[in-house]
DNA sequence: GGCATATAGTAACCTAGTTTACAATGATTG
DNA sequence: CAATCATTGTAAACTAGGTTACTATATGCC
């Protein structure tokens, strides 16, 4: 039993029933997804969109330069996937750039006052989303359920 | 203290070092993506193809019909991303498709050797990497982590 | 100053996946 | 049997995002 050919043996660790936690992470995290995609359809952004925009709140509370690169870096997103996303976000009216004058290669991003009020509403938004989500959940299995989450991202990260 | 406008108020509800369970389980995420990322980029497939062909291995050794949309069904994918991937999977010489006999309209889908082959090293490495993720944990704590999950997943579940 | 090197941003192109509309076949019911 | 309805799969157009290669500016070093 212990050398089979691929035609006769399973992969199959587990029974789709058992259900590895990869398996039920990859539930869960559909689940949260399409609760987000929702959100994100009502304000008519992509999840990146909201990514970068909340970056760019958080800059702008900190009074931090929100420059395109600073963006990249803190929201860690690609640089060019940034580029299109901000031009979009430009279209869309919710902010706009302005080269910088202190490095002239750099170009500075503010939000206009529909943006700021948009991401605003959107953040709200997802936090009662999230409130929700994690609702089915009593106070001490939540602070259990973030605990272990955090154990596995520190036991993850780079 | 109760109204405050948008330019002064901050919507953040939990500091970004405090961390909300979503932004905990964004971030997770992020790390597991990544993971499943590197795998699927070295067997030179997508998420989507590896979902599918799992599925269809399934129905496989189910014995079932393996028709496209019975995976749409089971792999829970849009019958036009199906439709498209398995062109892909075909073109890759990991699939083939053949009319259906019974349905006209229908068309089965079946692995080629190399096909086969491939989805099992890919499942198995996949269970490596689900392995190694939640190794951090002591065998308490995920069967806890899992019991969590499986509430959210359930409390949450349409 | 002047040359090498790093950095900010983008244009052009590529791929995966979604939406919409449709053709072809099958099932159902008068 | 014929008219209607449902199902299977796809073509075409669109979007988001990523990769590569490039321009322009800044910085460091001699």
């Not at 420059?67 to 901000?86: F, W």
């Not at 700021?116 to 989500?133: K, P, S, W, Y």
Request: charged letters at 25%; one cysteine or more.
């Amino acid at each position: 039993m212990k050398q089979q050919n691929a035609s006769e043996s399973s992969p199959f660790k587990h029974d789709q029933a058992d259900d590895s936690p990869g398996f039920l992470l990859w539930k869960l995290v559909a689940l949260w997804q399409g609760k987000l995609a929702r959100i994100f359809n009502e304000f008519s952004i992509t999840q990146t969109q909201f990514a970068i925009m909340a970056s760019l709140l958080w800059f702008e509370q900190q009074h931090e330069p929100p420059t395109q690169a600073r963006l990249v870096e803190h929201a860690k997103i690609d640089k060019m996937t940034l580029s299109k996303a901000i031009r979009k976000l430009e279209e869309a009216g919710l902010v706009h750039r302005e080269p910088s004058a202190i490095d002239t290669r750099s170009i500075q991003v503010r939000f206009t006052a529909n943006g700021r009020e948009l991401i605003h509403q959107a953040i709200v938004a997802v936090e009662r989303a999230d409130d929700e989500f994690f609702s089915c959940l009593t106070e001490q299995q939540l602070a259990s359920y973030k605990a272990l989450t955090i154990s596995i991202v520190a036991g993850n990260s780079p």
